[in-house]
């Protein structure tokens, strides 16, 4: 009897893997699109409101219910070519145009294909042989998700898409060509065959959609992995790599044949909703959740696809109505997790990541509930492992590769040039995100010390960019963050000079849904002693002036009355506002007012009609001058000024 030898790397053990992989990249990326091009160019830019950019998304999420009547019309094998095929050819258009109205259009279109194919894919992999359907959808799965991850954070967490140049869209292209390659050595299934596994070994798919978003807020989010476990942005790419390593070898696990105990299944879902729900703590202990959480949500998703690849029929009525269900809960609660930042809701914001992983939990206890006739035939990882493995050398590469920032300087007197910039989350007048020239923006303006607003971290309707990473790197700052809805979104200090000391504080939500705080640090100037720089962002809705009356005095008790004080910010209100004359009454100067020319029009960037961002300083400091770059980087302009000390 000759025993057959396994080897860790084989190309038709990778081919096996390799669509459903590629597709999952492609289908992440597309989504890292279609939010922001709801956000900011559906709503911000065109004025939708919340509700009308919610039922575009969630018309286009219903397209995945057609999957079925896609197969009887097409068969699979043109089914996979129009989904999968259609999908790599729409990301690639999409990579080429720089207009967000086409992104928006692309991504909506490239949406709906990618729930159309995960179910023709299952229906297809269940009619080849139902064995391998939990190898190459659920290693697969794993693999896409890790190759998008070294994708996103070889780039600093830039989507490929903002990204201008020659280079993204060769990246694209190979990724295309990939994908149609391999759709034309997919073999073809037999037309009698059965793809369908009935009501109840379909049920456990209805968990792929909360699966997806928790990967997508938390365990895939390199800033939300850096930010709660207060690590450096690299060392959260290789946290979010290795996670997905062991989400892979969890998957493998999973798919051996051992029965699954409830007490298991329970075991599993509560830790992951512990996990969700303690997502928000900072803690260096978070980075051993995440990854211990990887492996159970990898070894759960491997138990439930295996509960779900024995077919019983043709068709595939069941399948497409679970998987559309959980990719319309994807939509649903990924609407009501941003959405409640803007509308008042029953559910609590921070309900939803518990919620997502109480999905899945109970997906597997019912997984563990139902038994399954046991498949016979088994998988074999290893080449899935050993690609994953490998690709924890980019984020290694990627941190090596990294130069220094600059050492800290420390001067010897004033003055300092200082900016106040809202950022708007590097997303321009048109809609578009472009990080680069926010920061063209200020490296012109040649600044030692910047205070930015609407700093993303890695919200998934900003791009998923961490941009306090990006922006250090790209202009060689020291950069502060501190997240005020949420550990992923709020202030940030940029600065040049040595700090001594920095830390925030909250502000009052007065009846907001908005959470509001601010960021302190105390710099090096060149003065007698640090310059304390205080660095907000008042509520957003100009005519509510009681949350501002009772944000300002929260910022007035913590400056209590420091000198060489510098406050600067987004305040959201105008010269004439009594939250204003708190502060000039308690003995801030207004820069504008002391070294200005003209009216100090900050918002809206195309077409300047009020003033909102404002630079104060202690009566011990003075203005030399004051001026405001012209830009379209963000909807603010930013506010640029000279300080000294007074004569």
């Known amino acids: 009897m000759q025993t057959a030898t396994r080897s860790w790397f084989r190309l038709s053990a990778l081919q096996t893997v390799g669509l459903p992989a590629l597709v999952m990249a492609l289908g992440v990326e597309t989504i890292r699109v279609l939010f922001p091009s709801l956000a900011w160019y559906m709503r911000d830019t065109v004025g939708a409101s919340s509700v009308t950019v919610g039922a575009y998304v969630f018309v286009a ?10 197969l009887r019309l097409t068969g699979p094998r043109v089914g996979l070519w129009l989904t999968a095929g259609g999908l790599a050819v729409l990301r690639l258009a999409e990579q080429t145009v720089l207009l967000p109205a086409i992104d928006l259009w692309l991504s909506l279109l ?47 967490t830039l989507d490929l898409s903002w990204i201008p140049g020659i280079g993204p869209i ?24 059965p793809s369908e596994a009935g009501w109840p070994g379909a049920l456990p798919l209805l968990a792929l959609g909360p699966f997806l978003l928790l990967q997508a807020l938390i365990f895939q989010n390199q800033g939300w992995i850096s930010e709660v476990a207060r ?34 299944a329970i075991a ?68 009501v997790y941003y959405v409640s930042l803007d509308i008042r809701l029953p559910i609590p914001r921070e309900a939803v990541p518990p919620g997502l992983a109480a999905v899945v939990g109970l997906a597997l206890l019912y997984t563990a509930l139902v038994r399954r006739p046991p498949l016979e035939g088994e998988s074999d990882p290893r080449t899935a492992l050993a690609v994953s493995a490998a690709m924890i050398l980019v984020p290694i590469v990627y941190w090596v590769s990294l130069k220094p920032l600059p050492p800290p300087t ?27 020239a926010i920061a063209q923006t200020i490296e012109a303006a040649d600044v030692d010390l910047v205070g930015l607003q609407e ?65 302190w640090a105390r710099i090096e100037a060149g003065g007698p002693r640090p310059m304390l720089f205080i660095n907000t962002h008042l509520h957003h809705i100009e005519e509510e002036h009681e949350p501002r009356l009772a944000q300002v005095p929260v910022l007035l008790d913590f400056w ?78 930013p506010l640029r000024a000279v300080v000294d000390e007074a004569r």
Do not use: C
């Open 61 to 70: 999420s219903l397209a995945g219910f057609g999957a079925a009547g896609l």
């Open 110 to 156: 490239g949406f709906s294909l990618f729930l159309l194919f995960l179910s023709l894919f299952v229906g297809h992999a269940r009619s080849l042989r139902p064995q391998a359907l939990p190898e190459r959808l659920g290693l697969g799965m794993m693999l896409g998700l890790g190759l998008d991850s070294a994708i996103h954070g070889a780039t600093g």
């Open 170 to 193: 060769l990246l694209n292209l190979a990724l295309t060509a990939l994908t149609l390659w391999l759709l034309a050595l997919e073999p073809e299934s037999e037309g009698e065959a």
């Open 231 to 264: 690590i450096s942005s690299p060392a959260a790419f290789i946290i979010v790599m290795l996670g997905n390593t062991l989400g892979l070898l969890g998957v493998a696990w999973g798919l051996r044949r051992q029965r699954l105990q409830s007490a298991l």
């Open 268 to 335: 599993a879902g509560a830790y992951l909703v512990l996990a969700a729900a303690s997502a928000t703590t900072v803690t260096p202990l978070f980075a051993l959740t995440a990854l211990v959480a990887q492996f159970v949500m990898g070894w759960g998703w491997g138990r439930m696809l295996t509960a779900s690849a024995p077919a019983e029929h043709k068709g595939l009525g069941a399948t497409t109505v679970m998987i559309a269900l959980g990719m319309l809960l994807f939509v649903l609660m990924g609407f």
């Open 410 to 436: 420390q001067p010897s007197n004033l003055p300092i040039r200082i900016m106040t910039y809202n950022i708007h989350s590097a997303y321009n007048t048109d809609g578009r995100q472009d990080p680069e």
């Open 455 to 519: 700093v993303s971290r890695g919200w998934l309707i900003d791009g998923s960019t961490d941009l306090p990473f990006w922006l250090s790197r790209r202009l060689g700052m020291q950069v502060l963050f501190s997240g005020t809805t949420g550990p992923m979104w709020g202030n940030a200090i940029l600065t040049r000079n040595l700090i001594v000391e920095h830390g925030s504080g909250e502000l009052p939500l007065a009846n907001t849904l908005l959470g509001r705080g601010y960021i």
């Open 560 to 637: 209590n009355g420091s000198t060489s004080t510098v406050l600067v910010g987004d305040l959201n209100s105008t010269p004439d506002f009594p939250e204003m004359k708190l502060i000039a009454e308690a003995g801030f100067v207004d820069s504008w007012a002391e070294a200005g020319s003209g009216d100090g029009f900050t918002f809206s960037s195309d077409g300047p009609f009020e003033r909102i961002d404002w630079i104060w300083h202690t009566p011990d400091l003075a203005a030399l001058e004051i001026r405001i770059p012209p830009t379209t980087a963000s909807d603010h302009l």
